[in-house]
């Protein structure tokens, strides 16, 4: 999927929306419903069930099973797979609709509010007992792309070849306490195809009629450790046993899931699957990840951005000991912002309200644009190279290179300083505006954005408080918050989602607003040459970005210290790790439990569609990119000794894992780069690993002034020659 179509205008959107083949798309008396419901409604049973015996949302005590080596299938005890398409049952808006409420899952209403399932967190079934993973094989683990009926749910084709065991995917035993090894996991090792009512960009409407998905077949090559194949449950032996016609199956669950089950095996005997051998089906639908952000893309349009100087350089901010070589201005942008402004902590982004159900307002693929609630003027930050630096204060005729750079977590744009001078040095304008709920929060900061501030005079702030993103919230009376503490939000996460967005879409309309931005005597833009330098989460967000962005508005990106699988990047991370596992423990979820597992899968479920992970491949399909990690010595120190502050040397990055930048490099499919560097012609999609330094040295020396001079001349070069080469200094500590 590409975003250079022609723009699709929010009145033709509307007019889909509204039409009565959008309402035949997800009718209410969808198949599913009338197959299903009764299944569903046994759930409750499992409602207060907290020991985790079967890992599954809707699950209850396993019923009686006729051995320990069965695949738990009994969907009126709710004893189901997971993900399945099952849960669907009886949406009216296209959304999930996993009932009752349900104990075992902390994030449910929020998964609820999604189209699908996700592309990265883990599928799980579970056994009746101890499983042998040695049994785990390609041919007793099956995978199939696969297209499923938007309306029925069923499995309809084939997308392509089956997955790869150890290539698509991984499958061992999932860890949980009170279970044993009894549950099968499934993780893929990059993303799932993403469901999508896209085509070219364009916005199919009531002609989407199909969704992607995935079909598993688990076979009896899944064994115990005493070599005992696996079994079907009783229910799904019942369901083989009816086809094809499942007219020997009275109960109307049962019934609907036979039907469903039916096409399952029609496909496994194209693939040359005995049935018989066949002791678990089941298929689920990905959620979509791009399409609102690409439609954010394709329909938004520049808006005035002005700034005026300073009269300051980069020599008057105190504490970093700058040179100089660069001119200060401040401005404002007016950004359509979709998020709450007066309920940020808690609120997240809707839709116009659904044509079938008028009381669902999810953005989903089938309903994709969200409302703006508010115009949002915004802070912004430029440096402009003068006389004093290296390329001088004459701009090119073509017009200044422009870099947009992105603070990371709990930062703010005043971040830029640290690489503004270099990049003046190199004849490069700077730009920085704050990520959402963050920016500057002391007051007596001289570049705090308020009205009564002369340096903003004349640019038509407020007459009263400031325009900061962070909203001036305040926690402790007359104490405004830290900058970006209410941004990772696992109270909401669904807000948490919508904060990466809308960081996008921000950025989003920054790009295109910039080649209008005007310096005054110091010359105009090139619109030609825009680059993007994000670390931490500005890397994150980046990675976003640039999967949405047509290659002619922003032409290369680095990306500092990013990861991707948010979830699983928090949970791994030596920084926020202990935080957030405190503060799980205090609501009682604790490492090891079925309620620990399932937040962090459904987590990772809801913020999918504004991770970095499901838009860097595209990325790297439309832009070069440069990617920057800190992985340490080899060996590195004990993970103990790393935690000490200053991080030591030598130490691998302590706040974004490794683990979790790798992750982004295979899903982008990046190649590492070792001195003396890489250069051609054509666009580069390139890692560094850096042996030295830290988390934050790309723009602080003091870890490492040999890491950060080179971090920051890479990404120099990287930007002036479009992408195409990036030397990389042998003296530098790198890979």
Known sequence: MRTGAAPVSRRALRAVRSSREMRKLIAAGMVLVALLAGGCSYGSVGTENLTGVNGNPGGSTPVTQPSTNTALFHPAAGVLPYPTDLYFAGSTDGTLNIQPANALMPNQAAVNALDGFSTTAVIRERFGGALNPASFTAASIIIVPVTTDNLTKATTGVLAAPLTLGTDFSAGLGQEALVGNTILEIKPLHPLLPSTCLSGGMFLGPNCATGTGYLVFLMDGITDFSGNHAVPDTDYASIKAALPSCAAISDATLHGICQLTGAHMLIAQGLGLNPA??????????????????????????????????????????????????????????????????????????????????????????????????????????????????????????????????????????????????????????????????????????????????????????????????????????????????????????????????????????????????????????????????????????????????????????????????????????????????????????????LYEQFFRDAQTVIDAGDPINFIALATGNHPIHLIQVVGSAPPPPALVCLAQPTPPGCPDQVVPNSATQRLILAGGLTQVHPPGAAGTTALHVYVNFTGGVHGSILDPTSSPAATTEMQTEAIFFAATSGTQLPVSALAPVQ
Not at 459 to 478: H, K, N, Q, W, Y
């Open 277 to 594: 051998h066949i002791v678990l089906s089941f298929s689920f639908t990905t959620e979509s990840t791009v399409d609102t952000l690409a439609l954010i893309s394709a329909t938004a349009t520049a808006q005035t951005i002005t700034v005026h100087p300073t009269g300051l350089t980069t020599a008057a901010i105190p504490g970093l000991g700058l040179k100089g070589h660069a001119d200060l201005y401040v401005g404002v942008l007016n950004v359509p912002y979709y998020s709450s402004k007066t309920a940020p902590l808690t609120d997240y982004w809707h839709a116009p309200p659904f044509p079938l159900d008028t009381t669902s307002t999810f953005v989903t693929r089938f309903n994709p644009l969200p409302v703006p609630t508010a115009t949002l003027q915004i802070p912004v930050l430029v440096s402009v190279p003068n006389a004093a630096s290296a390329f001088g204060a004459v701009s090119p005729a073509a017009g200044w290179p422009l870099l947009i750079f992105q603070h990371g977590l709990t930062r703010n744009r005043e971040d830029m300083f640290a690489v503004a001078d270099s990049f003046a040095d190199a004849g490069f304008v700077v730009v920085a505006v704050d990520l959402p709920l963050h920016g500057i929060t002391k007051q007596s900061d001289p570049l705090y954005a308020t009205g009564a501030n002369p340096l903003y005079a004349g640019l038509g702030l407020p007459a009263s408080g400031s325009i900061e993103r962070t909203f001036d919230l305040s926690t402790v009376p007359g104490v405004i918050d830290p900058s970006g503490s209410h941004f990772i939000n696992l109270t909401s996460l669904l807000t948490e989602r919508d904060n990466l967005r809308e960081g996008a879409a921000d950025l989003i309309t920054l790009a295109r607003s910039l080649p209008h931005l005007s310096l005054g005597a110091a010359g105009s833009i090139n619109p030609l040459s825009i680059h993007y330098l994000g670390h931490s989460l500005g890397g994150i967000v980046g990675g976003t970005l640039m999967g949405v962005l047509r290659p002619a508005e922003v032409g290369t990106a680095t990306l500092a210290n990013p990861g991707g699988e948010l979830a699983q990047l928090l949970r791994d991370s030596p920084t926020f790790a202990p935080l957030i596992d405190a503060g799980l423990a205090a609501q009682g979820l604790l490492p090891g439990t079925t």
